[in-house]
């Protein structure tokens, strides 16, 4: 056991993150995942480049950032799952089931997250694994590329193993460890990429593209996806952010671990964007059929397998290794958002139902396998039905509901002693005159707009 443990005693003994960086690495392992490799270039691709990267960016800072303090707070508040800290926020036990349903209907979110989310995983597993087949085994590795129900079921059961095996090893022992290491060298990675793909013919023009904003292409859908894809890649409003906030020391600085956890996560989408949208038009150069003629994304969900295969074939002898890379850093950042996910229904679970950790991560993963059968079963529509209600809604709605608890059902004081714990003095700082208001009124009132705007147009 780490010697700083929360020191409010719970029934149940919390782990805790042995070092600031490593929440830190953890928690931004749980952001960093396919929302910034796979569904952010996608969307920038689908919204007309630069000017979906401008809104995003913005949204971000100025409503995630926010978002997230009040998630990691009400989390470290509650020393317990989002279920039992959310129901226990309100000093008014009147509001005590409305913050408890707005918790289960979290908790189930992220297993429907879950379940999409290890779809993907699974195509990224195969992605990776196809390399290694490709010259003694061909058929191999074309199924383990090749979209077909049985290769994406297949698939999904092993991402959700693996995030499993991880998440029964514990908070400090799988998250950690795995966070920390394996970050830095997908940052790396990318860097290298963007320059190997700057040589290529077309890359300049998708350059353009993603940099310079036509700000006609702004409207409320887009709004509208830029906060979705914000949310999600930030991993707000289903819990995630607000359990590992209960993991956290009592002396970490709330507003400051969450400001690098948004910067690390916008950092890196950024960066997964200048390397897929110039990689996307070198594609578009070679003949990869990316729009249909309407201007529409042939196939936005599978885009990035389309791209950068083709990006790595185009590097010759060295394509094979930098694809195994490539794929394996994603795969890695991948599972460290997936065990974000489990974490969280298996920390109501053994909290409240009182099961083992191990017992309780295996009845998750069945339900969630359920779920994948289904949706695999029936691809289309389901699996885009399932992204939209999640990331497009739930998120964005359970996040403003969040602030709403942590603005009006925590009485000031309480907020500014939670926050004085990491940060001694913050009642003279700007943040303090701004955040607590913010959080009130201004999040619920810009995320609802943004709502009423997408649906004016
Ligand atoms: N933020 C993760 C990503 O960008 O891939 C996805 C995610 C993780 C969403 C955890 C929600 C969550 F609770």
């Known amino acids: 056991m780490p010697s700083d443990l929360p020191e409010q005693s719970t029934s149940i003994p919390r782990f805790g993150f042995s070092t600031r960086i490593g929440f830190v690495l953890a928690a931004a392992g749980s952001a ?40 990691l707070m009400i989390g470290r508040y509650g020393q317990s799952n989002p279920v039992s800290a959310l129901e226990n926020l309100p000093e008014d036990r009147l509001w005590r089931p409305v913050t408890k349903v707005t918790a289960i209907i979290a908790v189930l979110m992220i297993c429907l997250i879950f379940s999409f989310y290890s779809i993907v995983g699974g195509w990224l597993a195969g992605y990776t694994l196809a390399p290694l087949f490709e010259s003694a085994m061909p058929d191999t590795a074309s199924w383990l590329k090749t979209f077909a129900p049985t290769r994406n079921f297949v698939l999904a059961v092993a991402f959700i193993g693996l995030t499993l095996a991880i998440v029964n090893g514990g908070v400090q022992k799988g998250i950690e460890r795995w966070s920390a290491r394996l970050m830095p060298l997908l940052v790396l990675l990318l860097i290298v990429l963007i320059v190997a793909v700057m040589t290529q013919e077309g890359a300049e023009e998708g350059l353009q593209h993603y940099l310079i904003p036509d700000f006609n292409r702004i409207n409320g859908s887009l709004i509208l996806s830029a906060l979705g894809q914000s949310f999600f890649s930030i ?47 070198v594609a578009l150069n070679l003949g990869v059929t990316i729009y249909l003629p ?23 002898v060295m394509g094979i290794p930098v694809a195994l890379a490539f794929f394996s850093l994603m795969s890695t950042a991948a599972l460290t958002s997936s065990i974000s996910m489990l974490e969280v229904p298996v920390a109501c679970l053994t909290e409240r139902g009182g099961l083992s950790r191990r017992k309780a991560s295996f009845v998750i993963c069945s339900g969630v396998l359920v779920v994948v059968a289904v949706v695999i079963s029936s691809f289309d529509p389901l699996f885009s039905m399932v992204v939209n209600l999640t990331t497009g809604y739930a998120q964005p709605i359970d996040s403003l509901l969040f602030c709403l608890f942590a603005g009006w059902l925590m009485g000031r004081d309480r907020k500014l002693q939670e926050i004085q714990k990491g940060w001694p003095g913050v009642e003279h700082s700007l943040f303090w005159k701004v955040w607590p208001w913010y959080i009130r009124l201004v999040c619920p009132v810009m995320i609802a707009s943004v709502f009423v705007l997408e649906h004016i147009g």
Not at 296 to 316: C, I, K, Q, R, Y
């Open 235 to 281: 991993s707000l409003g289903v819990g995630a952010m607000m359990v590992y906030g209960s993991y956290l020391k009592r002396d970490a600085n709330l507003p400051g671990v969450a400001l690098q956890v948004c910067l690390l996560d916008t950092g890196i989408a950024f960066l997964a964007g200048l390397l897929i949208i110039p990689a996307l038009f």
């Open 32 to 71: 960093v995942g396919l929302g910034n490799i796979w569904s952010f270039p996608a969307q920038v691709a689908e919204n007309g480049g630069a000017a979906f990267v401008l809104v995003y960016l913005v949204l971000s800072l100025v409503l995630a950032y926010p978002a997230l303090v009040a998630e």
């Open 294 to 316: 309407d201007g529409h994304l042939a196939n936005s969900d599978t885009l990035v397998f389309e791209v950068l295969p083709a990006l790595f074939n185009n590097l010759g």
